[in-house]
Structure formats: structure tokens, C-alpha cells
């Protein structure tokens, strides 16, 4: 089964606590074949530069996702179990193999523009490449963030804090 994530990058990520719990599962999704890629925070800065104080990052909430082109979800959801037993968080499953491939060749025609692919290079540490003015880029760091925040969120990713609801 192919399967394709699409997810906020730390940048475009309002909330660097969650990105924290989602760091360490990066390069077992990869290892695993999925292909992923993070939202990109603001399209009107290079990839490579950490956008300035106070600008507009671009946050992706809602959950989506075709399962083996015959259904989808669209939802806001989180698939954890805050979300089950606390959150008011939805979704919905729809049945419909036209919607299913429609949602999944529209995202595919989106992802190069629109966000970071992250992989593994030879040395198994992860890049970040985007298709700028054409071309491809790679990144070497945790795209369009600075030390601080990536060191904040790595930080809050090692403490014992774990929902318990």
C-alpha cells in the first residue's frame, strides 16, 4: 500500500508541543516507505531562511486522508485518544472511489509547490527538499525555523509528558 503524509512542518506549526511528539516517528515513517512531506509555513520566503519575527505562518488543521482509492476522511480529528474521549474534534468517512482519486491527485499536483519533501540521505539524516523558481532545493535543517525552535521543540519531545485522558 502506498501511502503519502502531508503534515505541518515546525515552522507552519502553531504549536511546537505537538511537533515535539511527531519528531521522533520522521525516519521510521521513512524507513517504512511512506513519502513525506511538511507544510511549508510562508511560500514568499526561501527555503533555506528562517522567516522574520511575527510573520504569518501558515497552519494545516484539518486531517484527510484516501484509504486505497475508495474512501476518504476529512475531518479535524487527531486520531489519539484526547481526541476520542475529550475533544470535540470530527470527521467524516465517505464512500466514493471518485472522490478518494480526485482528493488524492489534487494534493500530489499541490505537494511540490506547497511543501517540503522530507527523506533520508546516505548517512540516514533527514533533508527537506522544495521545488523553488523550478528547480529542487535541499535543505539540511528543519526548514524556515532558527535554533531556538528547533531546539524547543527537541527539548519538550524528551520530557515525560504524555496525555492521560
Avoid: C
Amino acid at each position: 500500500m502506498e501511502v503519502t503524509v502531508l503534515t505541518n512542518g515546525l515552522a507552519s506549526s502553531n504549536h511546537s508541543s505537538s511537533h515535539s511528539g511527531y519528531m521522533p516517528v520522521r525516519k521510521p515513517l521513512l524507513k517504512q516507505g511512506v513519502e513525506l512531506y511538511e507544510r511549508r509555513a510562508n511560500l514568499n520566503e526561501p527555503a533555506d531562511n528562517k522567516l522574520p519575527k511575527g510573520a504569518p505562518a501558515t497552519t494545516l488543521h484539518a486531517k484527510a486522508f484516501a484509504v486505497d482509492g475508495k474512501s476518504v476522511f476529512i475531518g479535524s480529528f487527531n486520531w489519539n485518544q484526547r481526541s476520542v474521549n475529550r475533544d470535540t474534534e470530527l470527521g467524516v468517512i465517505i464512500h466514493s472511489p471518485q472522490l478518494a482519486n480526485e482528493m488524492v491527485e489534487r494534493v500530489r499536483r499541490a505537494l511540490p509547490g506547497h511543501s517540503f519533501r522530507v527523506s533520508l540521505n546516505e548517512s540516514n539524516d533527514l533533508r527537506w527538499t522544495v521545488l523553488e523558481n523550478g528547480r529542487e532545493v535541499d535543505v539540511k535543517k528543519e526548514s524556515q525555523t532558527g535554533f531556538w525552535e528547533r531546539f524547543s521543540a527537541g527539548f519538550m519531545g524528551i520530557l515525560p509528558i504524555r496525555s492521560q485522558f
